[in-house]
Structures are given as C-alpha cells and as structure tokens.
C-alpha cells in the first residue's frame, strides 16, 4: 500500500507541476495579448508627453500588480483548500491522520517565476515600445 501512495503521489506532484506550467504560460500570453491591444493606448500617451522611462515604470507597475494579486489569491484560497482537503481525506480515513503543511518550496518557485516572467515582459515591452516611432503610433491610431 505504501509503494502505490508513493506512486499517487508523484502523479499528483506531476499533475501541479504541470498545472503550475500551464499558469505561468497562461499569464505571459495574456499579458503579450494585453500589449498588442494596449499600443494604441501607449501612442496616445507617448504624444501627450509620457516619456518611454514613464512607460517603462508604468508596465511594470502594472506586471507586479499581476504578481502581487495571483501571490494573494493562491495564498489565501489555496492555503485554506489544501486544509480543508487534507481534513476531508483524515475523514474517508484510508491514508490515517493527514496534516496541512504549508509547502514553502514550491510556492517560492512559482512566486519566483511569476516574478522573471513579469520583469521580462516589463522589459521585452518597454523595448518594443522604444523602437516605435511616435509617426507610427499616429498611424495606428487612425
């Protein structure tokens, strides 16, 4: 019984990691999605004067912001369904008493990740954006 635990258990840590993958590509394609359709937001502001260190300083902020609310809601609703999981299963009572332990590790690898992610698309915009032209920006915008 101890060996098939240890199998399910792999496949269960499989199966997060695999989740976790799928969130970090899901934030950075919805970000990229976010800069394509922001550009003509960004032209409207670069010719009223926001400087490109401005926008830069801008997209970042927004990116941490990113970071910042998924940190909370994994925190906060993960925290309290991983309990509440392992309180369910010490129940059922086919694995004896189960305890929450909070799993550090993985949490700072992600968080870490959702961190390079956000600094790299802070970064990859602000150098798009410098290399276009406020003309083009004009012309995009009618």
């Known amino acids: 019984m101890e060996q098939s635990l240890h199998v399910m258990v792999k496949a269960a840590y499989g199966l997060v990691i695999f989740i976790g993958i799928f969130a970090l ?14 550009q003509q937001e960004f032209g409207v502001l670069r010719s009223v004067g926001l400087s490109g260190r401005q926008l830069s300083e801008m997209l970042r902020t927004v990116a941490f912001c990113y970071v910042l609310a998924t940190m909370a809601v994994i925190l906060s609703i993960g925290t309290v369904l991983g309990d509440i999981l392992c309180r369910r299963f010490s129940r059922i009572g086919l694995l004896s008493e189960l305890h929450y332990t909070f799993p550090l590790l ?9 961190v390079v992610i956000a600094l ?3 970064i990859l915009v602000s150098r798009c954006c410098g290399k276009i032209l406020l003309a083009e920006y004009v012309k995009r915008i009618s």
């Open 25 to 38: 590509v899901n934030l950075a394609n919805t970000r990229m999605t976010n800069f394509i359709s922001r």
């Open 106 to 114: 993985p949490i700072l690898i992600f968080f870490a990740a959702l």
């Open 120 to 122: 790299g698309y802070s």
